[in-house]
C-alpha cells in the first residue's frame, strides 16, 4: 500500500510512521506539512536522522499513486479536502475530529467553526473495529476516534446494548498523559508546570462530550446525557478512564462480565483484567491493547468500570493503521504486534 | 511548647520536623521510632545533618516533660497506647486511623483488627479545623483526618449540611501521589512500575470510605453511602479529588457557591478558586492550603466539586500542627503561613 | 525593610514572595512587571489567590519607600537602570548576570550586548556569603551568582585556594532540573519532550562559564579555564554538579576534606556529608542547603567532587535573601530556616 | 530458532519477550525462573495476559530443543552453568556479568565471588557488534555488555585505536534511568525518593568500571585507567553518558569526527548527530539505536563526547538479538527496526 499522511510532523504523524515501519505491506510515500514542507522529517525529529529519511513535502499536493491518506490535521481543514481525495480513489482515515459527529450542528456548536462538507457525514464510518468491524469493510471514509472516547466505548458500549445500565446515571472521569495535547507551546504543557502536579481541566466543556454520547446513545437506542471530566496526569502517554454507572435492576456483576466477555473473548486488543487485577496505562505503552476491568458495589448498587490504553497507539495511530488494515482486508494486527513496554 | 513524635521516621513524622522547625513555639525534644532508636534522625535522613541533630529514642519511653505528642504510628499502634499518654496529661495527636472511626465495629471490620481502647471513641475529637473548630478547643485526643477524607469533606459537609445535594448520588474519584503510600518498599511504589504510569487501586475497598461516610452522614443528619476510587498519579505529592453529586431539586449553581462562601470567606487555608479556575494539586505544594471549585452541569443536573492539597501537609501533618496550635491557643497558622512552591 | 521585586512574575520572582512571606523582617511593598502590570500577582499564580494579594505595577515607577530592590529580570535590563536605584539609595540585588563578570568584554562577548553601566562593575560584589562575606556587608549592588556557578564554587575555591587541585583539570559536568531555563513556552522545555528524557544543552557555550572561570581564576590565583557540560534532568528543581579535578602532587584525601572543613565548619547552609554519603538534589528541595561530598580516586589522582542545591533558592532567590540579610545586618538565616522538603 | 530465557520474570527478561514477538525467526519455547516456576509470565507480568500465554518453568530443567539461551541471571549464576548448556550444543548469551571480564582476578576483586568457570573465558566473546562484528560470528558464548560499558565504548574506541586521545584522560560522567536496576524492591528506587532527585552512585566503585577499561585498553594498545561516575535520572528508561578526554597533539575536531565515521558510516544502530544536534535519550526509547556527538573545545583541548541509548535495549536485551541474529547468520535488524517512540 503506499500511504500518505497529512499533518506528519505532529506526534500522531510521528506515530503513525513509527508504527508503519513495522508494517509488512505498508510503503510510506508522501509525508505532508502545512509549516515545514521542504524540510525533511528527521529536521523536526533529530531521532529520525538515518533512520526515516522521509521528505516533507507541502501538504496541497498529495501524489497520485497514494492510497490511503491519513490526516493528522487541526479540526476544520479535512472536511475542506476529504471529498477531493475521495474522488481520487484514496482511501481517507481522519484522526482528527470532522467526521466523527453525525450531526453537522452538533459539530459547528461545539467545535465552534462551520463544516465544509456535511454531506459527506452520513458516509463516514466511525472506527472502533471491536464495536463496529462490519461498518469498517470497504467504506472509503473513516472517521478515527479520539482518545478518551475509545476507552470510554469500549467499556460502555456492550453493556448499554444489553441494557444492563440506567442510562441517566453514566460518569466518565478520565484521565490522560500530556502528549494528548499534542506538539504545541503554552504553559499548559510546560514540564515545570506540569511535573509534580495533577488538575482537570475542560470541565463540563470538552469536545469529547458529544462524541462520546453520540456513540452510547447509539448503543442504547436512547438518547444519553454524560457528566465527563478530563484530567491531566504527570506522564507522557496513556489513557485511563474511571466510569460510574448505576447497574440496572436486578443485575449482577456476573451479567456485565459476561456482556464484555460475549463482545471481547476473541479479540486480540481488548483484554479483560483477570479478577482482583485493574488495568494500569503502562501495561499498554507503546501497543495498540486495551485493558479493562470492572466491579459491582452492591454497596451502591453502582459499577465502577476501568480501561485503560495508550493514547498515541490504541487511542490515535494504531487504531487508524487497524482501520487501514481492515479497509485492505489485511490481518487486524498486521504491524501492531507488539505488546506493551515495560517498564 | 515540648513536643515529641512518635513513628517519627515516616513521611509524616519528617513532615512535622520540617513545619515545626518554622514554628515559633515548638520545641520537639522527643522523637520515637521502635525500629531505629538509638540512630539519628540524620542517620535516616542524610539531608537532616548538621540541621536537626535529635536522636531518635526508643518509643516505649516518652519523656516526662512532653507536652503534646503525635502519634505517626501504623493502625493499632496508638490505640493500644493512648491512655497512657492522657493519664500523663499529655496531648495526643493521632494521625493514624485508630480514633476516627466512631463505631467500634466498622473500625474492626475495616481495618482487620480488635481495638483496643474503644472507650476512647466518644471521646477522641475528628479534626478538621474548618468544619469543626469548637469541637477541638479543649480536648485532648485528636483524630487526625486522613488525606483523601479532607479534601472531600471540605468540598461536601456545607453542601450536605445545607441539603443542596441529593445525598445517594454521591461519587468521589480521588487522585493521590505516592507518598501517600508511605516510605515502606514493594513493586507498588517502585519507581519504575509507577513513572509514566497510571492506576485505580483499592476499588470499592479503601479504607478511608467508611471514615468520608460517617462524617457525610454527621453532615447529612441520614445515613450516607458513597463510591470512593483511589487512583495513583506518579507524582510524589498532592491529593486531587473529583466530586459528583446531584443537585438537590430546584439548586442553583449560586447557591452551592454561597454555601461554601458561608463556611470559608475567613478561612485562611481554604480558597474558592476565582470564576473559570480549577485547582491544581501544585498550589498546595509543600503548604497547608486548599484549593476547591465547583460546576453545575445543567445538562446532567450533576455538580462537579474539585478539591486539591498536600497530602503530607494539610492531608496529614500541617493539619495536625493547625489542630495543636487550636488545642494550645495559639494563631491556627501559627508555623503554617507559607505559601505553596512554585514550580 | 520595604522590598521591591523588579521581574516579579518570573519563577525566581515567585519565590522570592514564597521566601519573603516567612521573612519576619521583610515587607514587600512593590511587584514591577513589564508585561503583566495592572493584574494582581494571583492572575499569573492562581495558586497565590486570598495568600498574596500584590498588585503587579509597571517596573518603571519604583516607589520611594523601596529600601532593597531585587532584579529578576532578563539579562541588559539591570544593568542600565541599577545606577537610578543607586542613587535613590536603594540597595540593588541582581538576581541576574549584568553584574558578574568584572570584565565588560566578557560579558559583552558571551552575552551578545553591550554593557548599559560598566562603570559599575567594579562596585558590584559577587554574593556567594560563604565565600566572600566580609565584601558583601555594607555595599549597594551585589550581582547574585548563578545557579551553577554556586554549586560550582562552593565545591573548588576553598581547595583552589590552598592549592590542592591542578588547576588546568577541571571539568565541570553539571545537571539541573527544568525551572532553570525560566518559565518562557518552547519545546525544549515541553513535557512530553523532557519527561523520560535526558540530554546535555549548550555544551563547550554555555554562559555560566565565564563566571565560574573568573571566580576560580580569582582564588587560584591563576588564570583557570574549564570545561563546563550542563544537562537537563527531568525533573523541576535541583541542580547537582559533578567535578573532576586531578590532585596537586602529594595531596591526600584528608587534605581536602580538611580544606572544606576550615571553610564550611561553621556555616549553616553548607554541608559536607558524611562518609559515605553522596548529595542528592532533593535534600535541599525547596531550602537554601547545599550538600557536598567528595573522593580522591588513587587509581587515577582525581578528586570527584559533587555539590547539590535548590537552583531556585541557594541557586537564585534564597542567596538573594542571604545576601539582603547580611547588607542589612541581620542573622544570615532569617527567613531561610526551613530544611528540605522529603520527600 | 527455539529460544529460551532464564530470568525470565527481570525487567531484560520482559524486554527480550517484547523484542523477540517482532522477530520472524524466533519461537520463545522455554522461560525459566528460580522463583516463580509454575506461574505463568503474565501473573508476573499481568500486562501480559491474553497476550504472552507462555508458563514459567524452573531454571534448572532447560528443555532438549532450545538453541539459544538468552542468561538474565544475577552475576555468578551463568557462570557455574555455561558448560552445560554449550555441551549441548546450546549458544549461550549471557546479559550478566560473568564473561565480560577476561581476568578471573579482576572479576573476583570487582564481583566479590570466585569465578566457576574461568576455563571458558578466553573463549567468550564480548558483543558489541559494530566494534567486533567478525569475531561474534560462529562463536557459541557471548559476553552480552553492560549498559554504560556500550554507551562508553562505541563512543571512545575508535578514537583510541586512531591514537587520537590522550589515555590518560579519560573521565566517564554517565547518567542512567532507574530500570538499570531491575526489579528489586528497596528504598533507592522507591519513586517518592526518585522522582524529582537526582544523586551520584557508586562513585569510583561501579562494576563497570573494570568492563570498560579492559575493552579500551584493547583498543588503545595500552592499558587505560578511566574516572567513572554513574548518576540516576528520575526517568525509567535511557543512558546517556558524557565523556572527556584531551585530544592527543595536533588533533583537529574533523579529526575524531571522521574516525567515527569510518567505523560506523554503515551502521544502522549508530548515528552520529548532526552538527549542532546533541543526542537525547528518548530518540532511542524503545528501540536499538544509539546516538552520538562530540566537540573538540579549543580553549582546553579537551574533546567532549556524549552517547545515549536505551538502556533495556542497545545495552541489554536489543544487542543480545541482535547478537543473536549474527551467531545465526540472520540479518542484524531482524526484530529490531523500529525506531525510537516520540514522545
Redesign the interface.
Known amino acids: 500500500m503506499k500511504i500518505g499522511i497529512l499533518g506528519a510532523t505532529g506526534?500522531t504523524g510521528?506515530?503513525l510512521?513509527?508504527i508503519l515501519?513495522?508494517h509488512s505491506e505498508a510503503e510510506i510515500v508522501y509525508l505532508g506539512s502545512s509549516g515545514s514542507a521542504g524540510q525533511k522529517i528527521a529536521d523536526i525529529?533529530?531521532?529520525?536522522?538515518?533512520?526515516?529519511d522521509n521528505n516533507l513535502e507541502s501538504d496541497q499536493e498529495v501524489p497520485e499513486e497514494i492510497e490511503v491518506l491519513f490526516c493528522a490535521l487541526p479540526h476544520g481543514i479535512t472536511a475542506g479536502r476529504a471529498e477531493k481525495y475521495l474522488d481520487r480513489q484514496i482511501k481517507v482515515i481522519d484522526l482528527g475530529a470532522d467526521f466523527r459527529l453525525k450531526d453537522k450542528n452538533i459539530y459547528e456548536a461545539w467545535y465552534k467553526t462551520s463544516h465544509a462538507s456535511p454531506h459527506l457525514l452520513a458516509e463516514a464510518v466511525y472506527g472502533i473495529p471491536e464495536l463496529n468491524r462490519a461498518e469498517i469493510a470497504g467504506k472509503r471514509l473513516i472517521a478515527n476516534p479520539g482518545c478518551y472516547p475509545t476507552a470510554t466505548q469500549l467499556a460502555l458500549v456492550p453493556l448499554l446494548k444489553d441494557k444492563l445500565l440506567k442510562s441517566?446515571s453514566i460518569?466518565v472521569?478520565a484521565?490522560s498523559?500530556?502528549?494528548g495535547?499534542g506538539?504545541g507551546?503554552?504553559?499548559g504543557?510546560?514540564?515545570?508546570?506540569?511535573?509534580?502536579?495533577?488538575?482537570?481541566?475542560g470541565?463540563?466543556t470538552h469536545r469529547h462530550t458529544p462524541e462520546i454520547e453520540q456513540e452510547l446513545s447509539k448503543a442504547a437506542g436512547e438518547d444519553i446525557?454524560?457528566?465527563f471530566?478530563p484530567?491531566l496526569?504527570?506522564?507522557?502517554?496513556?489513557i485511563?478512564t474511571?466510569i460510574?454507572a448505576s447497574a440496572a435492576e436486578g443485575v449482577e456483576e456476573g451479567d456485565l462480565l459476561q456482556s464484555w466477555q460475549t463482545v471481547y473473548a476473541d479479540e486480540?486488543f481488548v483484554?479483560q483484567?483477570?479478577g482482583g487485577?485493574?488495568?494500569?496505562?503502562?501495561?499498554?505503552?507503546?501497543s495498540n491493547?486495551v485493558?479493562m476491568q470492572l466491579?459491582l458495589?452492591k454497596?451502591?448498587g453502582?459499577v465502577?468500570l476501568?480501561a485503560?490504553l495508550d493514547n498515541l497507539v490504541k487511542g490515535a495511530s494504531g487504531q487508524a493503521v487497524q482501520n487501514m488494515n481492515i479497509l485492505f482486508g489485511l490481518p487486524e494486527e498486521t504491524g501492531l504486534?507488539?505488546?506493551?513496554?515495560?517498564?
Open positions: 506526534y510521528h506515530e510512521i513509527r515501519r513495522g525529529y533529530p531521532g529520525l536522522n538515518e533512520i526515516v441517566d460518569i472521569d484521565k498523559g500530556v502528549s495535547a506538539r507551546t503554552n504553559l504543557v510546560h514540564f515545570s508546570e506540569v511535573n509534580e502536579n495533577f488538575k482537570a481541566y470541565v463540563a446525557l454524560i457528566n471530566t484530567h496526569v504527570p506522564m507522557t502517554r496513556g485511563l474511571t460510574y486480540q483484554h483484567m483477570p487485577e485493574w488495568p494500569q496505562t503502562k501495561y499498554a505503552y507503546g491493547h485493558f466491579k458495589d454497596r451502591t453502582r465502577i476501568v485503560a504486534k507488539t505488546n506493551g513496554m515495560w517498564p
